[in-house]
C-alpha cells in the first residue's frame, strides 16, 4: 500500500540533508511513497519583529536562492530534481560551498542537465519566490510547521532528527526502514516528545 506524506526542506539544515538522503535512496531502490516535497524557508522562520521578511528582502538571506532553484526544478523538470536535490544538499554540506552563489547553484543544475537559465528566469521574475512563499505559508498555517524537516500525513505534523545519513551508495533497506518507522509514528499522537538524553558515538 503506497504511503502518502510530504517532508520540508532548506537546504542549509544538516538534518534536512539526513531525511532527504534516505528519502532519495529509498525512492530510487523502489520504496512505495507518494512524497510531497515541500520548501520551507529558515530565514523567514527566525525574522525577528519588526524586521523586514525574507519575502521583501530575499537577497539578505543565505538560503532562499537555492530553495527556490529547488522548487523550480522540482516543478518544471521532475525527472532531474532527485539529483539536484541530493547534489544541493552534498553542496552546502559536503563542499561547503555558499548557496547563495548564484554560480553554485548554475553549476550544480548544469552538472545534472538543467538548464540554468531556465531555472534562473523563473526565481528573477519574482515567481518562484511567490511559489516558495505560497507552499512555507500553507503549512505553517494549516499544520504549525515551524522546521525542517517536518514530516506531514493528513492532519499530523512532526519534527524530526535523523542522526545518519544515506549518501549515495548507501543500503536502501536502513533508509526504506528509517523513513517508514518515521510515517509509523506519525500516527501515535499520544507520543508527544522522544529525545535521548545523549547521543552514543
Not at 561547503?96 to 521574475?125: S, T, Y
Not at 493528513?154 to 526502514?177: H, K, W, Y
Request: with cysteine; net charge negative; aromatic share 8%.
Amino acid at each position: 500500500m503506497t504511503s502518502a506524506f510530504a517532508v520540508t526542506w532548506d537546504y542549509r539544515c544538516p538534518f534536512a540533508r539526513n531525511a532527504h538522503e534516505h528519502l532519495l535512496t529509498g525512492l530510487a531502490a523502489g520504496a512505495d511513497w507518494q512524497v510531497r516535497y515541500l520548501p520551507f524557508s529558515l530565514g523567514q522562520a527566525h525574522v525577528e519583529e519588526g524586521q523586514p521578511s525574507v519575502w521583501e528582502k530575499p537577497e539578505q538571506d543565505s538560503g532562499i536562492l537555492a530553495l527556490q532553484a529547488g522548487v523550480v526544478v522540482r516543478d518544471e523538470f521532475p525527472d532531474r530534481f532527485p539529483a539536484v536535490h541530493r547534489a544541493l544538499f552534498e553542496a552546502r554540506h559536503d563542499e561547503g560551498l555558499h548557496l547563495e552563489d548564484r554560480a553554485v547553484v548554475q553549476r550544480v543544475l548544469a552538472d545534472h542537465g538543467v538548464p540554468a537559465d531556465a531555472v534562473f528566469a523563473r526565481i528573477d521574475d519574482g515567481s518562484a519566490l511567490g511559489q516558495v512563499r505560497t507552499e512555507h505559508e500553507a503549512f505553517v498555517s494549516s499544520h504549525s510547521v515551524w522546521g525542517v524537516p517536518t514530516f506531514i500525513v493528513d492532519e499530523q505534523a512532526v519534527f524530526v532528527r535523523l542522526m545518519n545519513r544515506a549518501p549515495q551508495g548507501a543500503d536502501p533497506a536502513a533508509s526504506i526502514t528509517t523513513v517508514e518507522r518515521v510515517v509509523d509514528l506519525l500516527g501515535w499522537t499520544d507520543l508527544n516528545e522522544f529525545k535521548h538524553t545523549a547521543i552514543p558515538r
